[in-house]
């Protein structure tokens, strides 16, 4: 059964400094790999995603991820935050049968 | 923003009432899902249809059941609400439920038993 780790309930930062949000994954079928953004009192928005090809994925607001299939792992990755970035981020992998399973989500606190 | 709607944003009820929220959404998407979200569990699925009338069970099923009778509307039914159905509830829609597919969200129904 498919499953998602995120290893980092809460991560603060610095703005302007760079952050990596972890997730890891665990499959046995072909992988597709998500990332959701959740800003406070809105529902989930789509940041990027991995179906085939590069391992590398640009998202929007400048985030990207890899996919490391060695190491079971697409981590989100941003070189600069923005106050605006501070949200609730979820990983999630397509879990067969048209559903999604989530990770419990990593809260990112951006600090002046 | 995908045309998604749900009601109430906000409710609050007692344990043992029944309760119906309702997602909406104008985009014509076939497949409509409903998860209940939970602090350190991120969002778990409750039920999804794939059409009118055609619908199944998710991970966390118990105490829930939905209707779909049109395509743009997918209700969630609390027979018995009981406290441990305190939750935010998203709903989302995706065009055909493949792989590939983004699933969008609308911004949630809060929902406190007491």
């Known amino acids: 059964a498919q499953s998602v780790t995120q290893l980092d309930s809460q991560v603060p930062v610095f703005e302007e400094a760079p952050v990596e949000l972890r997730c890891n994954y665990s499959?046995?079928?072909?992988?597709?790999l998500f990332w959701y953004v959740q800003y406070p009192n809105q529902g989930l928005q789509l940041l990027l995603k991995?179906?085939?090809?590069?391992?590398l994925v640009k998202g929007i607001n400048g985030f990207e991820a890899e996919f490391n299939k060695s190491q079971t792992s697409f981590h989100l990755r941003k070189p600069s935050v923005h106050i605006s970035d501070t949200a609730e981020y979820f990983c999630?992998?397509?879990?067969?049968?048209?559903?999604?399973?989530f990770g419990a989500g990593t809260r990112l606190a951006v600090h002046p | 923003d995908a045309g998604i709607t749900q009601s109430p944003r906000h409710k609050v009820t007692e344990t043992g009432t029944p309760v119906t929220l309702r997602c909406h959404q104008t985009?014509?998407?076939?497949?409509m899902y409903w998860y209940r979200q939970d602090p350190g569990h991120g969002l778990r699925l409750i039920h999804y249809?794939?059409?009118?009338?055609?619908?199944d069970k998710g991970e966390v099923s118990d105490g829930y059941s939905v209707s779909r009778s049109k395509t743009e509307d997918f209700l969630l039914t609390l027979e018995s609400a009981t406290s441990s159905q305190t939750s935010v509830y998203f709903c989302?829609?995706?065009?055909?439920?493949?792989?590939?597919?983004?699933?969008?969200f609308g911004p949630g129904t809060r929902l406190t038993v007491l």
């Open positions: 499959s046995s079928v072909s992988v597709y």
């Open positions: 999630a992998v397509f879990g067969g049968y048209n559903k999604l399973i």
């Open positions: 989302a829609i995706s065009e055909s439920g493949q792989r590939t597919d983004t699933q969008y």
């Open positions: 249809s794939y059409g009118v009338k055609d619908t």
């Open positions: 991995y179906l085939s090809g590069s391992t």
């Open positions: 985009e014509n998407h076939r497949y």
